[in-house]
């Protein structure tokens, strides 16, 4: 169990709806990361807040939102589903001493999202 | 984004060592080697990381070349718990972000 929790585990829609992924990083961390897994792209870091502000943007798409809240959990939002947003959705968090590249991620469970 | 080439697949027999290359030949001087793996059905998980010594840790060992140019992540005695897509990422000095650049990864199946 690597402390991080991200709700919910699995998720269906329809193509066009919107839905919102949420992530509760481990105790003390600060920073929290988004990464999409799919069959095509493998493993893809979308975005990162720091302490509640942006630090990082990856391949995001413009239909796609984050935020991280006060107490620190994230949420990702993603909106006018197409089939191929259909993938897993990975939340991490670390610490985030300044520069320090020596850092370990640690990685929730993932959301799997399927737009049919 | 620095590159890191690893093999697509290895195999081995449980309770075996197993050393799973990586090649970054154009990494720099402060430019950290960190692996991760993904069990099945799983997020990442960090494994070990490295500047140019080599590094133990309860899970595995981790050889650097000494031009840095490669490295070899050791496991010691594979078990069936070991199978998992192992990735090596280079966290780069002149990345002033915290992001992981993942590649393809190396799929390493362990028969018992």
């Known amino acids: 169990d690597s402390g991080v929790t991200q709700t919910p585990k699995h998720l269906i829609t329809a193509t066009g709806q919107r839905v919102t992924l949420r992530c509760s990083p481990r105790s003390g961390d600060l920073s929290v990361y988004w990464y999409q897994q799919s069959l095509d792209q493998g493993l893809q870091f979308l975005i990162q807040?720091?302490?509640?502000?942006?630090?990082a943007k990856g391949n995001i798409l413009e239909r796609f939102s984050a935020q991280q809240f006060p107490d620190l959990h994230s949420e990702l939002n993603l909106s006018s589903l197409e089939l191929g947003d259909s993938a897993l959705y990975f939340c991490?968090?670390?610490?985030?001493?300044?520069?320090?590249?020596?850092?370990?991620?640690?990685f929730g469970p993932g959301t799997r999202l399927l737009v049919l | 984004d620095a590159k890191t080439t690893q093999p697509n697949s290895m195999e081995s027999n449980e309770e075996e060592p197993v050393h799973l290359p990586c090649n970054h030949s154009t990494i720099s001087g402060t430019d950290y080697i960190h692996w991760y793996r993904q069990l099945p059905s799983q997020g990442p998980e960090y494994v070990i990381h490295g500047l140019t010594s080599n590094v133990n840790n309860r899970m595995a060992s981790l050889a650097i070349a000494e031009d840095r140019k490669s490295s070899t992540l050791i496991l010691h005695r594979a078990t069936l718990r070991d199978a998992a897509v192992y990735y090596c990422?280079?966290?780069?000095?002149?990345?002033?972000?915290?992001?992981?650049?993942f590649g393809t990864g190396t799929r390493l199946q362990v028969f018992p």
């Open positions: 991490a968090s670390s610490l985030s001493l300044s520069g320090s590249r020596q850092e370990t991620q640690y």
């Open positions: 990422i280079l966290r780069l000095a002149r990345d002033n972000t915290d992001k992981l650049i």
């Open positions: 807040y720091y302490n509640g502000e942006e630090r």
